[in-house]
């Protein structure tokens, strides 16, 4: 009997921590074995704030998937100080294709994020005009704002103004976990879309806390309540064009990962299109995969559709519980489970 297949134009991850050095050399084949591009995150310490910095950190990701034809879409990370002549050189650059919004204590590396985003005033009245994109983490940082409200309490205080202030600037709201995200989006302009992960899609908060601490399943923002994740269910149900593929893959090391101190991040590149297909399965829409992994992004982007496909086959097979990150390992999104699909060679 043969094996159900499915194939579909080949995908791209709008969202992906390829960190550099030996992690970087460890991590991309793993992308690009399934990805034409991918959005490539400059959270890297010290951040990619310049054109400059971008061109040596692209040539470093271009030698670990030398042999392949996996293009990296570069992005700067946007300062307090990002000067608008940096916009226009990183427009003029053609390899970059936007600019990430970390508020300053976000997440993994954004200290040297934004402080107060009317400082971005110059540089962002420059992308609006020049139509770079802005990516944003999305999420409060006050002390104040409850670890499950962050999403919300940014989208109130900064996003929503934000699209006012520059209704024309392109925004990709990032990883989004809550149903009012989603909604926003829905409800913006057609210059507003989101990135959804496969741990946002798969999982809710109580996989943090099943049988005890669960380290490998805690990323940023946070993981939500059922109620959420069933809204982000229900927008890959929807098909809607303005939600697409977006990993958020981001690897640690297994060390570093269970420690005192646990860092936030997911790796999932290991098998990224296949959990996704496993959950459009679940949610009985395998035929708006292709869409959300291989349309919507490049649509919102301007850029064009990949021409080439890729072959999905229904096949069980066990995620390894750990690979090699440099000289350490990773644990993996899964580790240990199988997976019901499987990506032809
Ligand atoms: C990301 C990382 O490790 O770089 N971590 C995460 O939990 N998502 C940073 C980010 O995307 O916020
Ligand atoms: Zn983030
Ligand atoms: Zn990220």
Not at 142 to 160: M, N, S, Y
Not at 187 to 202: C, F, K, M, R
Not at 232 to 261: M, N, Q, Y
Not at 325 to 332: K, T
Request: hydrophobic share 40%.
């Amino acid at each position: 009997m043969t094996k159900k297949q499915l194939t579909i134009t080949q995908p791209d991850d709008w969202h992906l921590h390829l960190r550099d050095g030996d992690a970087l050399n460890s991590v991309a084949p793993f992308t690009a074995r399934q990805f034409a591009r991918a959005i490539i995150m400059p959270n890297l310490n010290p951040p990619v704030t310049t054109v400059v910095q971008a061109v040596e950190y692209l040539d470093h990701i271009l030698a670990a998937v030398d042999g392949t034809n996996f293009e990296p879409l570069m992005t700067l990370y946007l300062t307090d100080n990002t000067p608008a002549e940096e916009i226009i050189a990183a427009r003029k650059s053609c390899f970059i294709k936007a600019l990430k919004l970390y508020p300053a204590g976000a997440t993994t590396n954004s200290d040297a994020g934004v402080t107060n985003i009317r400082h971005c005033d110059a540089a962002l009245d420059e992308m609006q005009k020049c139509g770079l994109p802005l990516l944003v983490h999305g999420e409060a940082t006050g002390p104040e704002v409850d670890v499950f409200d962050r999403e919300k309490v940014f989208i109130d205080k900064t996003l929503q103004p934000l699209t006012q202030r520059f209704p024309e600037l392109k925004i990709v709201f990032e990883h989004i976990t809550t149903k009012e995200a989603a909604d926003f989006v829905i409800q913006s302009s057609d210059n507003v879309a989101a990135t959804i992960t496969p741990q946002h899609l798969l999982l809710n908060r109580n996989a943090l806390f099943q049988g005890g601490l669960q380290p490998h399943n805690y990323c940023l923002p946070v993981l939500k309540r059922d109620t959420h994740q069933h809204a982000l269910l229900e927008v890959i149900r929807s098909g809607h064009h303005k939600f697409f593929l977006g990993t958020d893959s981001a690897p640690h090391t297994k060390h570093k990962k269970e420690s005192a101190c646990g860092c936030a991040g997911i790796f999932s590149a290991h098998a990224a299109i296949e959990i996704y297909a496993m959950i459009f399965e679940q949610q009985n829409v395998l035929d708006k995969l292709e869409a959300f992994a291989s349309f919507n992004g490049p649509d919102f982007y301007g850029l064009p559709r990949n021409s080439k496909t890729i072959t999905l086959i229904k096949e069980d097979w066990p995620i390894p519980d750990e690979y090699p990150l440099g000289n350490e390992s990773l644990v993996p999104f899964l580790a240990g489970q199988t997976i019901g699909w499987k990506l032809a060679e």
